[in-house]
Nanobody, 120 residues
Framework: QVQLVESGGGLVQVGGSLRLSCAASGFSFSSVTMNWYRQAPGTDRELVANIGPTGSSTNYAKFVKGRFAISRDNAKNTVYLQMNNLKPDDTAVYYC?????????????WGQGTQVTVSS
């Protein structure tokens, strides 16, 4: 079965850095695009960044461009989100996501989320 396990969240001061990891299993990791989303209290879940199967294609939300970097290690079935120059508005639960495009009826799979809190 598909499993996504995030780690690396925590409490950090403004301007600090964190590196999130998402370990994936149960599907052909190197064949699919992977996404990072986030959700702050009282808001909708929003896309932060995504990365294509080989890692050569990446996309970022405007609010993180230039501060965050998404990467992947297909040998380890892991996707990363390096977050630099963190701001209080970055406080949220961060989720790893994979759209199961290999399924006849594609659904989204999500990890359990990891909390990121940026203190001012």
């Amino acid at each position: 079965q598909v499993q996504l396990v995030e780690s690396g969240g925590g409490l950090v001061q403004v301007g600090g850095s964190l590196r999130l990891s998402c370990a994936a299993s149960g599907f052909s990791f190197s064949s699919v695009t992977m996404n990072w989303y986030r959700q702050a209290p009282g808001t909708d879940r929003e896309l932060v960044a995504n990365i294509g199967p080989t890692g050569s294609s990446t996309n970022y939300a405007k609010f993180v461009k230039g501060r965050f970097a998404i990467s992947r290690d297909n040998a380890k079935n892991t996707v990363y989100l390096q977050m630099n120059n963190l701001k209080p508005d970055d406080t949220a639960v961060y989720y790893c996501n994979v759209p199961a495009t290999w399924q006849v009826v594609p659904i989204d799979y999500w990890g359990q989320g990891t909390q990121v809190t940026v203190s001012s």
